[in-house]
Every structure is written in structure tokens, then in C-alpha cells.
């Protein structure tokens, strides 16, 4: 997998400064979720997005999880990157339905979603990404 380190160095240098100037600009003391959310602003010091309206992030981390991956996979593969910038991974877990307890339920999942765990591993490999089986 290749990351583009020196921009995961920098943005975790710079962490400390971009939540000082969040803080600064809000005149209170800020939430956890908030100090990830403007640590991670496209336009450091850019002003406080309004609630409701679009923000532009620069992720250091990606998770996904098998559900909803396999849109945002195709949507990744359509942008035409050869590979992922950030660690990404897909975690095979919430396609499996539990009824009967895991010794049946997660070899019924593997067979009946097969095709989904089978395309995620194939672009994960194709495109750097870390991939979480079920039952991992």
C-alpha cells in the first residue's frame, strides 16, 4: 500500500495549531467531535461551515464497512485513482444477519453475500485497501 506519508506527517504536525484556531474563531471550548471535524477542514482557518451546508475534509482515514463500501468503491474506481492516498480499509461485518448465533449465521452470510465480500477484496487489493473479512 502506498500512502502519501509526508501529508499524514504534516497534517498531524500541524493538529495541534488547527485546533487552536478553531477554538480561537468559535470564542468557546470545543467538543471532541469538533476538533476532529476542524482539525480535519480542506481550508484550515476557512470559516465555521453552517449547519446543513457541504464541507470539504482531509481525511487521514478511511473506514468502511461492507454495506455501504460497495458504492463508495465504485464511486472511488469511476474517479479514476489508481490508488487509495489514506489507509482505507473495508470491514466485512454488517451483511451478516444474527439469528441463530455465529456458528450459522456467519457461514450463511459468507454464502449468501459472496459476490459483495468477493468484489470488495478485488478492488481492495486493485486499489491498496485493507480488508476486514467476516468474522475476523
Not at 502519501?4 to 497534517?11: E, N
Not at 487552536?20 to 480535519?40: D, G, S
Not at 451483511?95 to 449468501?112: F, H, S, Y
Amino acid at each position: 500500500m502506498i500512502y502519501d506519508v509526508d501529508m499524514i506527517r504534516t497534517h498531524y504536525e500541524t493538529y495541534g495549531a488547527r485546533v487552536k484556531v478553531a477554538k480561537a474563531a468559535m470564542a468557546r471550548p470545543l467538543t471532541l467531535a469538533e476538533k476532529i471535524l476542524f482539525a480535519h477542514l480542506y481550508e484550515p482557518g476557512s470559516p465555521e461551515p453552517a449547519r446543513g451546508s457541504y464541507a470539504c475534509f482531509r481525511p487521514d482515514r478511511v473506514a468502511m464497512q461492507d454495506a455501504t463500501a460497495q458504492m463508495a468503491v465504485l464511486q472511488f474506481m469511476n474517479a479514476g485513482r489508481d490508488q487509495v492516498c489514506a489507509p482505507t480499509t473495508v470491514h466485512c461485518d454488517h451483511l451478516i444477519c444474527a439469528r441463530k448465533g455465529a456458528e450459522t449465521d456467519l457461514p450463511e452470510a459468507c454464502r449468501v453475500n459472496s459476490e459483495v465480500y468477493g468484489f470488495l477484496a478485488a478492488a481492495a487489493l486493485r486499489y491498496g485497501m485493507g480488508v476486514w473479512e467476516s468474522g475476523a
